[in-house]
């Protein structure tokens, strides 16, 4: 066995009906309707007025009879809180540090997959596709009826380790990844979630058991950009503190936006924030490039991007990673030993070119490199992103 080891029940009780929908469900929203579950007992809470608290998420919706949720996937039916589940909206296997991990599996693959809709709306997703086509016409990923063991079985058959819940945000679907990483338990694969760590106490309660791996989108340190992307800073520094102490793997990425969040005093309280979670928290700064409705701006500059990787060392921060410029960044894609400055994993880009790691330490100075190392399936990567053609 691979990964922590799964209770016995995953808690949720599949719905064979089709549901009655509220009225003012989009198009989308009403076809997947008819993929739902009960939500788990973990995550509602029932208020004296009758309606049902979610706690999937940082929004901590209380929905009344008949309406949904500010991420409008999960909804109130007749006193049931029906979330979604059985299906995807997106799959491809490709290699864990495209997630971004780099301190998970180095060099192998992960098989990544996500349903739609989300919490928040940011202007700039990369994968608006899916995360933002019950809000957006315009957004079409047609979801696809899959079950946990399939897509179980096609991690192993693709040779993936490891199965990530990805493309949309996953928090607000928990009990589909659940689901999902129960049956990759079984098979002795990693798991993981791609997220921006709006979430709360009882859903990371709720999913510690069953997952590895977390990585979070640290969008800002301004509240006020947060909650135009319609979010709450304070719930994604207290879910990030959250992941660590539960001893889940964690790794912090901030995607560097030219005049929304690069200022040298933000970037700073950023690294600072990740430096008082652990200085051994990898975190990574990326180029931001123009998509969706963020098109009124350049890419991020080479030299914005080392700027910030050097305040993140300066903060105090062992593993800093510039990310979205292969090549064009120096040093800052390799893993350094902090102890003696010795290259212990080299990059490109995705690419492992080569781990020096020797049982996850320095080969020159034996000095631990944290993180989550396993020499059976590190440098097994066999894919570059392909999409799968399965269902
Ligand atoms: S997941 Fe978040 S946005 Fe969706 S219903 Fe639950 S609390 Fe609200």
Known sequence: MRGANPPASVGVIVLTMAARVPASKSPVARVLARRTVAAAAELVERLPDGRLKCYSCGHRCPIPEGREGVCRVRYNEGGVLKVPWGYVGAIQCDPIEKKPFFHALPGS??????????????????????????????????????????????????????????????????????????????????????????????????????????????????????????GVLANVLDTIQGIHDRGIWLEVLTLVIPGFNDSEDELRRAAAFVASVSKDVPWHVTAFHPDYKMTDRGGTPAATLVRAAEIGTEEGLRYVYAGNLPGRVGRWEDT????????????????????????????????????????????????????????
Request: aromatic share 10%; charged share 25%; proline share 8%.
């Open 109 to 230: 693959d992960a098989l990544s997959f996500g349903m739609l809709g989300c919490d928040l709306h940011c202007g700039y997703c990369q994968n608006w596709f899916t995360s933002q086509s019950i809000r957006d016409p315009q957004a079409v990923a047609p979801p696809r009826d899959v079950s946990p063991a399939g897509l179980a079985e096609l991690a192993a058959e693709c040779g993936a380790p490891t199965v990530v819940s990805t493309y949309n945000e996953p928090l607000i679907t928990s009990e589909w990844a659940v689901g999902v990483f129960s049956e990759a338990k079984r098979r002795g694969l990693y798991t993981a979630y791609v997220s921006n760590g709006n979430g709360t106490p009882q859903v990371l309660d709720y999913i510690r058991p069953w997952i590895d791996f977390y990585k979070v989108d640290l969008k800002s340190m301004d509240d006020k950009h947060y909650r135009e992307l319609g």
């Open 336 to 391: 350094r030993c902090p102890e003696c400055g010795t290259t212990v994993i080299e990059r490109y880009g995705f690419r492992v070119r080569r781990n020096r790691l020797v049982a996850g330490a320095c080969p020159k100075c034996e000095r631990p490199v944290p993180g989550r190392w396993d020499a059976r399936v590190e440098g097994t990567t066999r894919t570059n992103g392909i999409p799968l053609p399965v269902f």
